[in-house]
């Protein structure tokens, strides 16, 4: 299995509050994305990143920011939560082609109350 | 625009056959994807079709006609651990960059005794 790890796997938070989710990867690849996971719908992409310091938008990016300050962190900031965000949302990553065959995070399940 | 769909939920027996269907309109092709995903999990890599025809893994089956946009994904001698989403992904090589899947919603498939 791939070396990829989010934290927390739980979060509860207030409306208003920033929050933080950190995705860890141990399998030294270029890319990273961040994507939320709603009932009734695809998994939508957040942001992404092909390199450190290296990122960009993907479909649902509004609220929402990153940063990649290493190879191995890829975090994701919402800086005020709604409770629009309260989703679950999945860190992956994958190796050389740029997307595609993708390697999971457990996920982390946030509700905003 | 692009759209992806796939049955929300199908039933089968344990021992069958099930094929999940996934027709697409993007407006880039450049490879499908079939994931698996159980409840309260990650998604995990399955298949992966960029040229017309069969891709056999096991018990496990994808097609692909890309003129007509549709793929499926069979399963064969249908085991309880089956049970679970089954998610089609399509990357769009005309999106924002090369870097980006489109996702189904996902076809959960109950698996009967």
């Known amino acids: 299995d791939a070396g990829i790890t989010q934290s927390p796997r739980h979060k509860v938070t207030e409306t208003g509050t920033p929050v933080t989710l950190r995705c860890h990867q141990t399998?030294?690849?270029?890319?990273m994305y961040w994507y939320r996971q709603d009932p009734g719908h695809g998994l939508r992409l957040i942001h992404y990143s092909y390199g450190v310091k290296d990122t960009d938008k993907g479909e649902v990016s509004d609220g929402y920011s990153v940063s990649r300050s290493k190879t191995e962190d890829f975090l994701l900031t919402l800086e005020s939560a709604t409770s629009s965000q309260t989703s679950v949302y999945f860190c992956?990553?994958?190796?050389?082609?740029?997307?595609?065959?993708?390697?999971f995070g457990s996920g982390t399940q946030l509700s905003v109350l | 625009g692009q759209n992806i769909d796939q049955p929300t939920e199908m039933t089968a027996t344990e021992g069958a056959i099930v094929q999940i269907n996934c027709t697409y309109q993007t407006s880039g092709f450049n490879g499908l994807f079939w994931y698996q995903q159980h409840a309260g999990e990650a998604p995990t890599f399955l298949s992966y079709?960029?040229l017309d025809g069969l891709e056999e893994k096991g018990r496990f089956s994808s097609f692909l006609s890309r003129s007509k946009g549709y793929s499926y994904l069979l399963l064969k001698e249908l085991q309880m651990k089956d049970s679970a989403s089954y998610l089609c992904?399509?990357?769009?090589?005309?999106?924002?960059?090369?870097?980006?899947?489109?996702w189904g919603a996902g076809t959960k498939l109950i698996i009967k005794p």
């Open positions: 399998e030294n690849h270029r890319y």
């Open positions: 992904a399509v990357r769009d090589g005309a999106q924002w960059s090369n870097y980006q899947l489109i």
């Open positions: 079709n960029v």
């Open positions: 992956a990553i994958s190796d050389g082609d740029g997307g595609g065959k993708l390697f």
